[in-house]
């Protein structure tokens, strides 16, 4: 299996105060997870579990990456 697509760097070229580093922060799939996740709990419909819930996060944050190659 090759490497995860995580997008890469949600924020790059963040720098910390005083420091001499770039952070990048979370990962663009991270960020996509996430915001699928704040949909999701907004729906009125039962989830089944929290792991099937982050499963499905993750799955839509896929797609996205997925589509965004295409580009």
């Known amino acids: 299996m ?3 697509n995580d997008g890469g760097p949600a924020f790059p070229g963040m ?3 005083n420091e001499a580093y770039l952070d990048t922060g979370m990962s663009l799939r991270d960020w996509f997870a996430g915001q ?3 949909s999701r709990l907004q ?3 039962n989830h089944g ?3 099937n819930l982050a499963m499905d996060c993750y799955g ?5 990456l997925a589509e965004r190659e295409k580009q």
């Open 2 to 4: 090759g490497k995860l």
């Open 49 to 51: 579990s929290w792991i």
């Open 15 to 17: 720098k910390h105060k």
């Open 60 to 64: 839509i944050a896929d797609t996205m």
């Open 36 to 38: 699928a996740l704040i």
């Open 43 to 45: 729906e009125e419909h």
